[in-house]
């Protein structure tokens, strides 16, 4: 988990002004702190393992080894090394070819590289504090057009699905709809702890690693069905 006062940043991207200019803005930002900057994955998980970041600012597609390689390297480091960064994939395009495997592997959301500063350095605060980076627009039409290509083996998630309680469905739903975990306790008219804890039964049931994942899961298995109004 991120300190509370810094959040330690890498940027990892093959283009020098793309990777300076962003580190210099977040920079600028008091809670957040650049402490290693890469040209390529390979190197970026070598910057990484060294640094121990928060969250890294990973690009998809670059020499050397690509964004989804260096994000699974990342996140299922090998025996003996502990330190799991979130990581904030970037991208140019809004929906990329490499956007079902980078949420499989671990990513915890996606941010066009063209995106307003703002947006940026918010992406890395929500990301920093375990959350999906479902705020930018361009996150729920990614995950939903991979849903719509890739579903999950229907039984699978049935039996999957089974192992929920009704209000985890629920709960599951509102994550999908990009709800956060104060939105969801509205809506259900329930503590925010209570929330927490659904989150917590959610992401062990379902095998999921963050919230990224159980927004995924809940396209593919049908609990969330794409370009559907929220409920």
């Given at each position: 988990m991120a300190d509370s006062t810094v959040i330690r940043v890498v940027v990892v991207d093959d283009q020098d002004m793309v990777r300076s200019g962003f580190s210099a803005l977040l920079?600028?930002?008091?809670?957040?702190?650049?402490?290693?900057e890469a040209p390529d994955g390979r190197t970026g998980v070598e910057v990484c393992r060294r640094t121990h970041p928060d969250v890294v600012l990973m690009d998809i597609r670059m020499p050397e080894m690509d964004g989804l390689e260096a994000t699974?390297?990342?996140?299922?480091?090998?025996?003996g090394v502990v330190h799991r960064p979130r990581v904030l994939m970037l991208?140019?395009?809004?929906?990329?070819d490499y956007v079902y495997e980078a949420l499989h592997a671990g990513?915890?959301?996606?941010?066009?590289?063209?995106?307003?500063?703002?947006?940026?350095?918010?992406?890395?605060?929500?990301?920093?504090?375990?959350?999906?980076?479902?705020?930018?627009?361009?996150?729920?039409?990614?995950?939903?057009d991979v849903a719509r290509r890739s579903p999950v083996e229907p039984r699978a998630a049935r039996l999957r699905l089974n192992g929920l309680t009704p209000r985890e469905?629920?709960?599951?739903?509102?994550?999908?709809q990009g709800l956060s975990n104060t939105e969801i306790a509205a809506r259900l008219v329930v503590a925010e702890q209570t929330v927490k804890t659904h989150m917590t039964r959610l992401l062990a049931k379902l095998g999921a690693r963050d919230r990224a994942q159980l927004v995924v899961f809940a396209y593919e298995s049908g609990v969330v069905v794409p370009g559907a109004s929220p409920a």
């Open positions: 920079s600028a930002q008091s809670d957040i702190d650049v402490v290693g699974r390297q990342l996140l299922n480091p090998p025996r991208t140019t395009f809004d929906i990329d990513a915890g959301g996606f941010l066009l590289k063209d995106a307003p500063v703002a947006e940026l350095v918010q992406a890395v605060r929500v990301i920093a504090a375990g959350d999906a980076l479902l705020a930018p627009s361009v996150t729920r039409r990614l995950i939903e469905t629920e709960v599951l739903s509102l994550v999908a």
